[in-house]
């Protein structure tokens, strides 16, 4: 079976573009979460669907937002990209929205240039 | 401070010694989760836990509810377990997973 698949793996923008980084789940998988890993720290939390709704959101800014389709897929859109949104995003999955186990994707590399 | 500590922040240590992570927290959990993860950034799920402790293979992880602490040991180190091993906590609403900024290990052979 496929595990969690993100697209792009790598990509680089230019301050003020805008990006949109796509996530499939596990076949199954109806919760999907989103995290933002800047060099040489942990991540931190950004969304999480459930269901195609939005079930938490982390400390950013509007400039984030996320959607789930009906297949369980989404897409993390980021407008107006600034340097500091130079990262990895991750990308999880799991069965339930919470407590489940996590399923990480590879990651898509985001540089801002 | 921050929600989740990890200490130590770096370890190197020889190949099979005996190796303890630990993770402490702040706030009320719903889970707790330990995570592997390699240079390139590819993440892996090694634990989910609520109460007690779990093992897989060489890899054993405890949680202490009331102490608000979980640690995460390895028993007979090897090069391959060289990784950073990050600690995260999910809210007792289930709307957040918050990380440890994790610890670096380095097992030499």
């Known amino acids: 079976d496929a595990g969690v698949t993100q697209s792009p793996t790598h990509l680089i923008k230019t301050r003020g573009q805008q990006v949109t980084l796509r996530c499939s789940p596990i076949?199954?998988?109806?919760?999907v979460s989103w995290y933002q890993q800047v060099l040489g720290q942990g991540p931190q939390f950004i969304f999480q669907?459930?269901?195609?709704?939005?079930?938490g959101r982390g400390n950013f800014p509007d400039r984030f937002s996320a959607r789930q389709f009906p297949n369980y897929s989404s897409e993390l859109n980021v407008n107006a990209l600034l340097l500091g949104d130079s990262a990895l995003y991750l990308c999880?999955?799991?069965?339930?929205?919470?407590?489940?186990?996590?399923?990480f994707g590879e990651g898509s590399r985001l540089t801002v240039l | 401070k921050n929600e989740v500590e990890q200490s130590p922040q770096n370890l190197t240590a020889q190949e099979g010694e005996f190796i303890t992570i630990n993770c402490s927290y702040s706030?009320?959990?719903?889970?707790l989760h330990w995570l592997q993860q390699h240079p390139g950034g590819g993440i892996v799920s090694l634990f989910m836990?609520?109460?007690g402790k779990k093992k897989h293979g060489r890899l054993i992880a405890t949680i202490n509810i009331q102490e608000k602490h979980s640690s995460l040991h390895i028993t007979a180190s090897h090069p391959r377990d060289s990784a950073v091993y990050i600690c995260a906590v999910r809210g007792s609403s289930g709307d957040k997973l918050t990380f440890g900024t994790g610890t670096r290990l380095a097992v030499r052979p």
């Open positions: 669907y459930y269901e195609k709704e939005e079930r």
């Open positions: 706030v009320g959990i719903s889970a």
């Open positions: 999880a999955s799991s069965l339930e929205w919470y407590p489940g186990e996590l399923f």
């Open positions: 076949s199954g998988h109806k919760s």
């Open positions: 836990l609520s109460s």
